[in-house]
């Protein structure tokens, strides 16, 4: 079945360095990837998205390239922010289902000013 | 922009009481999705509805059910509540395409708690 593994936390990082989050995944076929944002109290947002081999998603300074050839799919940022904080979520989506997301545990992310 | 809402927000029950979850979503999508979130396991699926009239069971369905009222609403009802359905509950909705590389809208979540 389909699977995604992401490294737990919690991860305390000061400000203005820099993130790396890795994510593997396993799946047949070819699935999208994404990566979810939760803030304290609230729920899920989209952050990013890939859907095809070599695809870079990007927003608001995270980056991450889905690598078939390595199943992977790690979020990337130059420099974080207090603001930052929050729980991430990697997931993936089997193409042409309909059947929801597969996520990872979640990676606890803190950033210190 | 409403999105996903879901009622209600908080919820205590006794074991063995029942209550139903409900979830709206404005957005004219096809399918649903009600997940929960536990420590350490992230958000597991529990029961979908892929359209209108559809329901199927993901990975954890055990001790629920769900209804599609139409296509903007899908509840779950938990008919004899236990403590190990404590949790925080989201609904979710997307548009469905054969490529599957659209992605989910969440809900606020709702925190159960079982006593």
């Known amino acids: 079945g389909n699977s995604v593994t992401q490294m737990e936390g919690p991860v305390t990082l000061s400000e203005e360095a820099f993130l790396t989050i890795n994510c593997t995944y396993t799946?047949?076929?070819?699935?999208?990837l994404f990566w979810y944002v939760q803030y304290p109290g609230e729920g899920l947002q989209l952050l990013l998205k890939?859907?095809?081999?070599?695809d870079k998603g990007s927003n608001k300074g995270f980056e991450a390239t889905y690598r078939k050839e390595t199943t992977s799919f790690h979020l990337e940022k130059g420099s974080v922010q207090v603001s930052d904080s929050a729980v991430y979520f990697c997931?993936?989506?089997?193409?042409?289902?309909?059947?929801?997301?597969?996520f990872g545990k979640g990676t606890h992310l803190i950033i210190q000013p | 922009n409403a999105g996903v809402t879901q009622t209600p927000k908080f919820q205590v029950l006794k074991t063995g009481q029942s209550m139903t979850l409900q979830c709206a979503q404005d957005?004219?999508?096809?399918?649903m999705y009600w997940y929960r979130q536990d420590p350490g396991m992230g958000l597991r699926l529990i029961y979908y509805?892929?359209?209108?009239?559809?329901?199927d069971k993901g990975e954890v369905p055990n001790g629920y059910n769900v209804s599609r009222l139409n296509k903007r609403e899908f509840s779950l009802r938990l008919e004899s509540a236990a403590p190990s359905q404590t949790s925080v509950y989201f609904c979710?909705?997307?548009?469905?395409?054969?490529?599957?590389?659209?992605?989910?809208?969440f809900g606020q979540g709702t925190r159960l708690t079982v006593v």
């Open positions: 957005m004219n999508h096809n399918s």
């Open positions: 509805s892929a359209s209108e009239g559809t329901t």
């Open positions: 979710a909705s997307s548009v469905s395409t054969g490529t599957g590389g659209t992605e989910a809208f």
């Open positions: 997931a993936l989506r089997k193409g042409g289902g309909a059947d929801g997301l597969t």
């Open positions: 799946a047949t076929g070819y699935p999208s």
């Open positions: 890939a859907t095809k081999a070599d």
